[in-house]
């Protein structure tokens, strides 16, 4: 419908209460629109400022801008919307807080799609710009949402909208539908947004969101006064919240959208809850009983699917609340905090790991407790953060004691390691000094180690005094060797009081004289530079006032310019550049090798065996070897190491004579003439690659060309058989000039040990390292990896039950498990000794070499261990599932595969009873199957390669 020139095409509900001072630039962000036909109405919640002087003032200066003013505060935010809601004019309506403002095109954006759409409301990107951040720091509001343009004729479509998107105020809102419904906002009770936003999602016959930004919602982290909703220490906070969600529910009870329910419980859990239970550790008894009535009150009647789709510690913390359990809720909230942190000793029953030893006679808790999947006892002590609680902190005129108990979670720190520990203060920004004292007494206490430390801060703390002004705490805790480090958890310990100690900042007593505990957001320990004296005060108020002045400020712009040069010098772009700038000026080094297997991630594989093949010859190269993440770990001793993507790295392929590798060097690195890349490539191809897959061909001609160039780098790519020639060498349009077939280095170790019929040293080496018992077969079980919808790795979960498996065939096999190298996985220590995890092993072969039998689904591993004439059983468990997807598959395996396909547990089982039988019925098939797939693996690949391209005198070049 038109407008006429009375009615505006927009009018846009400002609502302030006390916030005089930046009204007049939200209103501002609107009279700005590109649009111009849109009003203000400024809705005045009684405010006692001076706000509505201002918002009349801002009315007489534009003929587009109206007020109105409640008789007395509301107190929340639903109210004023109502009244301005009531006054306003515009055939549409949309919402603004006092103290945020809109994007300029926001107003042209939502009326093009409401008036392209017919919605009744048009939804947009909202951007949380945090105003008190130095750098600039912004976020947008579940962009997953507002990735495209699109129109729901139902909010049942798009179920997340409504869950998550509850603002009201990034939307649009056409005004007669607000009125025909009579939609209003909820009056005396905060959270009204949730309300309100899903009665009009729910009545809204079409609904338009549009992925450009339209809201700015400007967020003061450091505030004084918290906003409403950051009010999560007062209980009417939470009851106000709980009581809209009761609301909600009762709105989508009334209207039959139970599968809509489920969605706003699991949201409940995963964010609602989780806000408080933050808050928790640090509030008093009363409130945390009062809170847990609530809770209790609400959730217990969630059903059981709500609780199913939690990460383990969400559902941990949400059944605790239930039981009142604060003994073992505090630590649980406090790995809710931080990410992976072990809270808790943890308890074994039954074979399998648990939070804590308590509520577990319930068959629910056992299952809600069970933590065996997240792999904490399988990980080594420098591999786990651990809770670390102050358990007392005293202050005397020279420093503080400190006091604390570090939890032992199943005893990975034994009772006699040699132990030792230090306490490291660091500033929170970036400093040149770091202070180290002595943990004077640490032992063990049952299931935690208990520690004491006498810290001289006034005597050897030393700041700066200005920019170091807050110092964060870590303890260094050595067993055996090994190191963990962690944080010290404050929790319920009493920090006020304090603040007596003196320290001497290297600027002077004059900007700061005493140090005080605080915690952190993290709830951990932290050190804040105080004034306590007059001279310190004085002083540091100066400090303040002058860092804001003019020469201060072209100084701390001077300072970000450069980290911004320094961060720009180690961005990707930067580097690329410089690569290809090293390539055009620094010379080839005659005889450097760059060797890299799976990215960096390991020393293994066909570049490995071509490594050990030159230095079993003695062949004088400089063998490069690059590595991925922190530090190395795998890699032999007497080799150059470089970083993946460090300058170091790039400097190395540059100049280089020879790359190999067995996945792809990066991608935007060309390779200079006088540089041989040979690509040994890491397996035969059942899934179809390169561009046989649809996705590949499917993308921008642009990004093809790329693509192709990068594979066109290749001057040999290694093949094992005619199969490899027609898969991938025609996939990834390697031209026959360019095909090795010599096999893969890597299966060399195969086929001799097939030949020699006699153990093999790597094998043995491994099994005594493992304990594996040579006395019974070993099965290897190594199936591929999936892909999630939209393309990224899927979880590995096992598709049998592995402790069934333990428990039926624990005497008879051992079996070994090997997930693909971009999967983990955790056994339950009820099956230790009979199944082992060797996904971690850097190299397969030996691997290879220990089994007996292997179990896959559909691993190129199935080719290798082919080579070894040793059974195969093939769990096809969702073998139409992954045929029949995007990218299908080049033969059907379930027609040639070399021994039985199984689809079901049972089956599988079935057949490993008699293992003999397959080895028998299938022999043929299997040496077939080699023949097929094999045909260049005889044993010397990795000889014929340092034949051809370095000769017995050394570098030879590419010629050769």
């Known amino acids: ?417 040699a132990l030792g520990a230090e306490l490291e203060f660091r500033a929170r920004r970036r400093s040149l000094q770091t202070f180290r004292f002595p943990v004077q007494a640490l032992r063990h206490d049952g299931t935690h180690l208990t520690w004491r430390a006498v810290v001289p801060l006034a005597r050897r703390l030393r700041p700066l005094g200005i920019v170091d002004e807050v110092w964060d705490v870590r303890m260094h805790v050595t067993a055996d060797g090994r190191r963990t480090t962690s944080r010290l958890t404050v929790a319920d310990t009493d920090l006020s009081g304090t603040g007596s100690i003196t320290v001497r900042p290297r600027l002077g007593r004059v900007v700061a004289d005493r140090i005080r505990p605080h915690v952190s957001a993290k709830g951990h320990l932290a050190f804040r530079l105080d004034q306590h004296g007059r001279i310190a005060t004085r002083t540091r108020a100066m400090v303040g006032r002058n860092l804001q002045s003019p020469p201060a400020r072209a100084a701390k712009t001077a300072v970000r310019k450069a980290r911004r040069i320094r961060k720009d010098l180690n961005s990707g772009p930067t580097k690329i550049r410089g690569y290809h700038r090293m390539v055009r000026l620094l010379p080839v080094r005659k005889g450097t090798v760059v060797f890299e297997s799976h990215l960096g991630r390991q020393y293994s594989d066909s570049p490995r065996a071509i490594h050990e093949e030159l230095r079993r010859r003695g062949t004088p190269v400089t063998a490069i070897w690059s590595y991925a993440g922190t530090r190395p770990e795998g890699f032999p001793d007497d080799v150059r190491l470089v970083r993946r993507w460090s300058w170091p790295y790039l400097r190395a392929l540059a100049q280089a004579e020879f790359w190999i590798d067995n996945q792809g060097f990066p991608l935007k690195l060309a390779k200079r003439p006088g540089t041989t890349y040979i690509q040994t490539w890491h397996g035969s191809a059942l899934k179809r690659m390169g561009f046989d897959e649809p996705g590949l061909r499917m993308l921008p001609e642009h990004e093809q060309r790329a693509y192709q160039a990068a594979l066109d780098r290749f001057d040999h790519f290694v093949v094992r058989g005619e199969h490899d020639v027609r898969t991938l060498a025609r996939a990834y349009r390697i031209p026959e000039e360019k095909l090795l077939r010599t096999g893969y280095p890597r299966n060399d170790a195969l086929v001799r040990a097939r030949d020699a019929k006699t153990p093999d040293p790597a094998a043995e080496e491994l099994a005594g390292r493992l304990g594996v018992r040579r006395d019974r077969p070993v099965l290897l079980y190594a199936p591929t990896f999936r892909s999630q919808e939209g393309g990224g790795v899927a979880q590995f979960s096992f598709p049998f039950d592995v402790e069934a498996f333990a428990d039926r065939f624990g005497d008879r096999y051992t079996l070994l498990v090997r997930t693909h190298y971009l999967n983990s996985v955790s056994l339950p220590p009820s099956v230790a000794g009979r199944v082992v995890n060797v996904s971690a092993e850097p190299d397969i072969t030996p691997v290879l070499l220990l089994a007996d039998a292997l179990i896959t689904d559909y691993s190129s591993v199935m080719f290798d261990y082919s080579l070894l004439q040793r059974p195969m059983i093939f769990f096809a468990h969702d073998w139409e599932e992954y045929a029949q997807d995007t990218r299908g598959t080049y033969f059907d395996l379930p027609g040639q595969a070399p021994g039985p396909v199984v689809h079901t547990a049972e089956e599988l089982f079935d057949t490993l009873s008699d293992l003999g039988a397959v080895g028998r019925e299938h022999a043929v098939r299997l040496k077939e199957f080699m023949d097929r797939y094999g045909e260049h693996d005889h044993g010397d690949a990795a000889a014929r390669i340092a034949d051809r391209f370095f000769g017995p005198a050394g570098p030879a070049g590419a010629a050769r």
């Open 1 to 417: 419908m038109p407008a006429n020139n009375d009615t505006p095409d927009i009018s846009v509900v400002v609502i302030v209460y006390n916030d005089a001072d930046r009204l007049p630039t939200a209103v501002r962000s609107v009279l700005g629109q590109t649009l111009r036909n849109v009003e203000v109405v400024i809705a005045d919640d009684c405010s006692t400022d001076g706000s509505y002087d201002v918002a009349r003032a801002l009315a007489a200066s534009s003929d587009r801008v109206r007020t109105v003013r409640l008789p007395e505060n509301s107190g929340g935010c639903g109210e004023p919307r109502n009244q301005g809601v009531a006054v306003a004019r515009g055939r549409y309506v949309m919402f603004l807080d006092s103290d945020d403002t809109l994007e300029p095109d926001a107003c042209r954006n939502m009326l093009d799609a409401a008036e392209r759409t017919g919605a009744d409301l048009v939804s947009g990107l909202c951007l949380r710009v945090h105003t008190d951040n130095r750098h600039g720091k912004t976020a947008r509001w579940y962009p997953w949402l507002y990735e495209r343009t699109r129109t729901l004729d139902s909010i049942t479509e798009l179920p997340d909208l409504m869950v998550y998107d509850t603002l009201s105020t990034n939307k649009c809102y056409r005004r007669e539908f607000l009125l025909d419904e009579g939609l209003t906002f909820p009056r005396g009770i905060h959270y009204e947004d949730l309300l309100f936003s899903a009665e009009a999602y729910l009545a809204a016959a079409r609904i338009t969101l549009i992925p450009h930004t339209v809201y700015h919602w400007n967020v003061v982290e450091k505030a004084e006064e918290k906003s409403i909703s950051n009010r999560r220490h007062e209980i009417r906070n939470f009851a106000d919240r709980v009581e809209i969600h009761r609301r909600i529910d009762a709105l989508l009870a009334r209207l039959g959208h139970d599968d809509l329910k489920l969605h706003k419980d699991i949201k409940f859990l995963k964010h609602d809850l989780v806000l408080y239970l933050r808050q928790l550790p640090f509030l008093d008894l009363e409130f945390r009983t009062l809170f847990a009535e609530l809770a209790r009150g609400y959730i217990q009647d969630f059903p059981q699917e709500a609780y199913e789709s939690l990460a383990p510690v969400h559902r941990i913390c949400a059944y605790l609340l239930l039981q009142e359990d604060w003994k073992n809720l505090t630590p649980a909230i406090d790995s809710l905090i931080n990410g992976k942190k072990v809270s808790t000793p943890l308890a074994v029953r039954d074979g399998r790991v648990h939070w804590c030893a308590e509520h577990l006679d319930d068959p629910l808790a056992r299952e809600i407790l069970d933590v065996t999947d997240l792999g904490h006892h399988d990980r080594p002590l420098d591999r786990l953060f651990l809770r670390n609680r102050l358990t007392r902190y005293t202050e005397r005129p020279a420093g503080a004691v400190l006091e604390g108990s570090l939890v032992n979670p199943l005893g990975v720190i034994p009772p006699d390691a």
